[in-house]
Every structure is written in structure tokens, then in C-alpha cells.
């Protein structure tokens, strides 16, 4: 595969994981103020979490996306 398409797939998988993180963040903390720590969280394709379970998933789509990112840079 000729890398710089290579370069923009990644861009755009890294990008896509850190946005649906920050995503899944916003939703988390609007939900947890209507109704507390206590509501269970569905997650598409994953099932329901509590607040910290969906906040675990939503570091780690942040988190691979960076490394993506910083592993596509040596």
C-alpha cells in the first residue's frame, strides 16, 4: 500500500477514535447530571456500563487514537 495513503487512513482512524472518545465523554457527563452515577450507560456493539465502565471505554478510544498517532510519527 503506497504510505501516504497508508498516512491518511491513519489520520483518519486516530481521529475518528479520539472525537467518538470525546464524544462518548460529553454524554456520559450530560446523562450523569440528569440522573447520577447511578444509570447505566448503553454503548452501541458493547453493551450497558455504569459511569465509571463507559469512562474507562472512553479513555481508551482517546488513548489508542494518540498512540496512532505517536506510533505513526518514528
Do not use: H
Amino acid at each position: 500500500m503506497n504510505p501516504k495513503i497508508l498516512d491518511k487512513v491513519l489520520n483518519w482512524i486516530s481521529g475518528a477514535l479520539v472525537l467518538s472518545g470525546l464524544w462518548l465523554f460529553d454524554e456520559i457527563l450530560t446523562l450523569a447530571r440528569y440522573c447520577g452515577k447511578d444509570c447505566l450507560y448503553p454503548i452501541p456493539l458493547l453493551g450497558t456500563f455504569d459511569q465509571y465502565g463507559a469512562e474507562g471505554i472512553a479513555w481508551v478510544l482517546i488513548l489508542a487514537g494518540v498512540a496512532i498517532l505517536l506510533r505513526r510519527e518514528k
